[in-house]
């Protein structure tokens, strides 16, 4: 929250990099407060009606870049009108893991596609000692999803990932890292469930190939893509979809920070007789050649 930053404190700037707070402003403001929400973006932002953001004006019948910038008081928007979005989410660093086995992980393209499989497709499975195996359920038609997690699991922690098919599953198959100190670690990074996965935050201002690789993972586990023929050339539509809100809300800004341009959109929730008969979910869509 900014009333919680502090002189000292370090901060983003926009341009991505790690600036230090070195003064700060409050004052008592007794009025209306008027938010802001881009089509499609997945948070608003609240400010004084004489706040000035950055409108974007595009003169019909023009091409983008002749679009004109224009500092203008919030409250003079209108609900069509065009601002800028962010597209950094920090700045960027590479990390290394240490697990206390000694293993040494860097958080390369390879991590980061496990990191989004395991997003979209991962669980793990704790005792009273704590987490103790890292799982991944794919559908038993994801045989080539299945060999990359065993593929991924060898080369990144040098560990030989089980694959099991159980009776009472029969259309799901099961690949188990079961290793105590790679269980600790993804816990750690991803410590929610199904409705509260989150994106780690080292994956958040990791090098744009790591996060891509990451957006790739998610997609392919939890989502589909569609090519088509339109007007004489190709259009894709991909799509990546989640019970977890946050999740959707990190994977639209990851998407952002990779030059895409998603759409968020959300499903809501089904209510019958007194019973919500769906939890909320939603989708990221991308769109293009």
């Not at 402003?25 to 407060?33: E, Q, R, S, V």
């Not at 019948?61 to 979005?85: I, T």
Request: aromatic share 6%; proline share 6%; with cysteine.
């Amino acid at each position: 929250p900014i009333e919680a930053v502090q002189v000292g404190d370090k901060v983003i700037s926009h341009f991505g990099k790690s600036r230090t707070v070195t003064d700060t402003i409050a004052k008592d403001y007794d009025g209306d407060l008027v938010y802001v929400r881009g089509k499609g973006s997945p948070r608003e932002v609240g400010a004084t009606p004489d706040h000035q953001f950055v409108q974007v004006n595009v003169p019909r019948n023009c091409r983008q870049a002749d679009a004109e910038f224009v500092w203008m008081p919030v409250g003079e928007w209108k609900d069509q009108s065009h601002a800028l979005l962010p597209t950094t989410l920090g700045e960027e660093k590479q990390t290394i893991f240490s697990t206390e086995d000694g293993k040494v992980i860097e958080l390369d393209s390879r991590m980061g596609r496990l990191i989004g499989l395991f997003l979209a497709e991962g669980s793990i499975d704790k005792n009273d000692r704590g987490p103790y195996r890292v799982r991944f359920s794919f559908g038993r038609h994801e045989v080539p999803l299945v060999e990359e997690v065993c593929g991924l699991a060898k080369e990144l922690f040098g560990l030989n990932a089980s694959v099991n098919n159980l009776p009472s599953k029969p259309s799901v198959t099961l690949v188990d890292i079961c290793n105590v100190n790679i269980a600790r670690l993804f816990s750690s990074l991803i410590p929610g469930n199904v409705y509260t996965k989150r994106v780690p935050a080292c994956v958040r201002t990791s090098p744009k190939s790591v996060r891509f690789a990451t957006i790739k993972g998610w997609i392919d586990g939890d989502g589909h893509s569609r090519v088509d023929e339109i007007n004489g050339g190709l259009s894709a539509k991909t799509v990546g979809v989640s019970a977890s809100i946050p999740l959707l809300q990190d994977m639209y800004e990851l998407c952002l920070s990779c030059d895409l341009k998603p759409n968020l959109n959300f499903r809501k929730v089904r209510v019958g007789n007194g019973v919500k008969t769906r939890q909320p979910s939603g989708q990221v869509a991308l769109y293009g050649e």
